[in-house]
Structures are given as structure tokens and as C-alpha cells.
């Protein structure tokens, strides 16, 4: 009974490089939401998609920064030309429908970047 | 647009103690609202939820929060804290259009032996 599952957990980049993190959401939900925690700070929402559709990504950086979440296989947060302020822990969580009806968000373990 | 402040971004108090974390919330339509609970280099994880009906919901751990709609608030409380409790708190609300969470900052809750 796998959870959210999100890799790599820890992920290092030099300035410039393209990060690519995955999230595969439990089993049984098509609602997928990431979710940026930097140094110190709260987690921001940056997009929510469901299987081949982008939701809402009013949260995302408008360059460099895209998501996807395809028929088959994980969800995929792309950062291009990393920059140091990406370094953050990168949280994906899912949803039911059903669970859509109360807000319940089932979290992953989050994708740690760190730009050197 | 809603919003969430918790009051406080670290509280400590010593085992056996009472832990109160502070949620206040603004909302345009009935919130629902929500504690999660993050320990270190981990996800976040259910505490408890508030969505309708009774006012006082009980969480996993021993934790309890009460909705006060004429305060806005949401606070969490624990009769007596325990080392186990040290982690970060994270209070939340739903949108409106019932497809995200927009969490508070986050409270550090340090337990002292």
C-alpha cells in the first residue's frame, strides 16, 4: 500500500543544469499538487494537475519552471537553468476525488535540490 | 483569496506540558481546515481535520483543535507534550474552489526533558 512516492529524495545541481523531479501519487488518485518549502518558510502551492491536464498553476514561476503529469508514468516538475533560490524541498501530494471534497492532501517524503 | 497565520514560529515547552499552537484564518466562504504535522527530512503528514459539524475535533497523538468561527482560529492543543511531539506544525484551509491547501507558515514546537 504505496504512498506518495517522490525521487530522487536528494538532488544535487550546479547553477545552469536542469533538475527533474518525480512524483508518483497513491494509488487511486488522479490529483497531483506540488507544493515548494524553502529555508525557514511555509509550503507554497506551485501547480495542480490532474492525468494530461494542468489545473491550476497560478503558483509556478513563469520561466524555467513547468510540470506535467502524463497519461502513463509519474508527475514531473522540470526546472531548467537552475539558479542557487531553487534550492528548496519540493513536496508532491495527491488526491482523491472523493478526498477533493474535503481538501485532504496525502504528501510524499518532498525532493530536496540543492544549486550549488 | 484565503489565508492562514500561525502565530509563533517556534514554541517550546517542557515534557508533560500543555502545547497550544496558534491558527487563525481568513476565508471568504465556511472554511475547512486542517493541521498537518512534518518531522524532520520528512513529508507532512494528517494531524487532523476540521470540515462540518462538531467544533472540537480530536487528532491522532493526543492532539485536539478547536474551530471558533467568531475568532477565526484553529488552534491545536495537547494536554501534555512529549518528546515524540518535537516536529513542525503546519496549519491550513482549503480555497474555494476546493481543489487546494494554502498553508501557514509553520509552527517549530521544541519539547525540553
Known amino acids: 500500500n504505496a504512498g506518495v512516492m517522490q525521487n530522487p529524495r536528494h538532488l544535487v545541481r550546479r547553477r545552469g543544469q536542469e533538475a527533474r523531479l518525480r512524483c508518483s501519487p497513491m494509488?487511486?488518485?488522479?490529483?497531483v499538487y506540488w507544493y515548494r518549502q524553502l529555508p525557514e518558510e511555509g509550503l507554497k502551492f506551485m501547480v495542480y494537475?490532474?492525468?494530461?491536464?494542468?489545473?491550476?498553476e497560478s503558483g509556478m514561476p513563469k520561466e524555467r519552471f513547468s510540470a506535467e503529469f502524463p497519461k502513463e508514468g509519474p508527475s514531473i516538475l522540470r526546472i531548467q537553468q537552475v539558479v542557487r533560490g531553487d534550492s528548496a524541498a519540493y513536496f508532491c501530494?495527491?488526491?482523491?476525488?472523493?478526498?477533493?471534497?474535503?481538501?485532504?492532501?496525502?504528501f510524499g517524503e518532498g525532493s530536496r535540490l540543492t544549486v550549488l | 483569496a484565503q489565508s492562514v497565520t500561525q502565530l509563533g514560529s517556534h514554541v517550546s515547552v517542557s515534557e508533560g506540558a500543555l502545547v497550544l499552537l496558534r491558527c487563525n484564518y481568513s476565508s471568504s466562504v465556511p472554511p475547512y481546515l486542517f493541521w498537518y504535522v512534518q518531522y524532520p527530512n520528512q513529508g507532512l503528514q494528517l494531524l487532523l481535520k476540521y470540515t462540518t459539524g462538531a467544533t472540537l475535533v480530536k487528532g491522532i497523538n493526543g492532539f485536539e483543535a478547536e474551530f471558533k468561527k467568531s475568532e477565526t482560529s484553529f488552534h491545536l492543543t495537547k494536554p501534555s507534550a512529549h518528546m515524540s511531539d518535537a516536529a513542525e506544525y503546519f496549519c491550513?484551509?482549503?480555497?474555494?474552489?476546493?481543489?487546494?491547501?494554502?498553508f501557514g507558515g509553520g509552527t517549530r514546537l521544541m519539547v525540553k526533558p
Open positions: 501530494a495527491s488526491s482523491s476525488a472523493t478526498g477533493l471534497n474535503t481538501g485532504e492532501l496525502f
Open positions: 494509488k487511486g488518485h488522479s490529483h
Open positions: 491550513a484551509v482549503r480555497n474555494n474552489a476546493g481543489n487546494m491547501l494554502t
Open positions: 494537475l490532474q492525468k494530461e491536464n494542468i489545473i491550476d
